[in-house]
């Protein structure tokens, strides 16, 4: 909804002043929420009021998609009929632009298929992003190979013959030297909370 409200005021506003270019820098006060705000700035810089009115409005776009996925019009019809419910109490709104969707002078009617048609490409944006992050994949962690000289191989190697001799079943070197680590392991996680208690004093 951000998504779109942002682009959609953006690109009201680029419209207004290609249409009104002697308004470009005038206060264009309009009701939201309760308030009197100036909508004739940047989304940046658009009072919090007047951003929320476009969020809403962001939403009845979604909803007319979803009640009419195939018709433009009625869905188009459908956002200005919200219009209305938000705007009925505006006195600064041309009574004209109160008139039913059907009604409407088409340059009227183009501002609500604009609604219909940007959130359209908003709901596209979306669904090309979420499977653009599937496709990712996330690289293996790479991992810290161990090796042994070649005097530090064979005295492994022999431990591991002696241990299988003694037990009776076959150790590997690998399974030996795996063991070994955890058992260094343990003793640091052992020795960790002694040290940190040491450093607290």
Request: hydrophobic share 40%; aromatic share 6%; net charge positive.
């Amino acid at each position: 909804m951000d998504y779109f409200a942002a682009r959609s005021h953006d690109a009201w506003r680029k419209q207004f002043h290609e249409t009104n270019p002697q308004q470009r820098d005038v206060p264009r006060m309009r009701e939201r929420g309760g308030k009197m705000v100036d909508i004739n700035k940047p989304w940046k810089d658009l009072d919090p009021k007047a951003k929320a009115d476009n969020k809403i409005a962001a939403y009845a776009a979604a909803e007319a998609i979803e009640k009419y996925p195939d018709d433009r019009e009625k869905a188009a019809a459908y956002v200005h009929k919200q219009w209305i419910k938000r705007n009925k109490g505006d006195p600064n709104q041309p009574k004209a632009l109160f008139e039913p969707y059907a009604a409407l002078p088409d340059v009227e009617k183009d501002k609500d298929r604009a609604h219909i048609d940007r959130m359209k490409a908003a709901f596209a944006e979306i669904k090309k992003a979420r499977r653009a992050k599937k496709k990712v994949k996330k690289a293996p962690k790479k991992v810290a190979a161990l090796t042994l000289d070649a005097n530090s191989s064979v005295r492994l190697e022999a431990a591991a013959a002696r241990l299988s001799e003694v037990l009776g079943r076959t150790i590997s070197a690998e399974a030996l030297l795996a063991a070994g680590v955890e058992a260094v392991l343990a003793v640091c996680d052992a020795v960790a909370p002694k040290r940190k208690r040491k450093k607290k004093r």
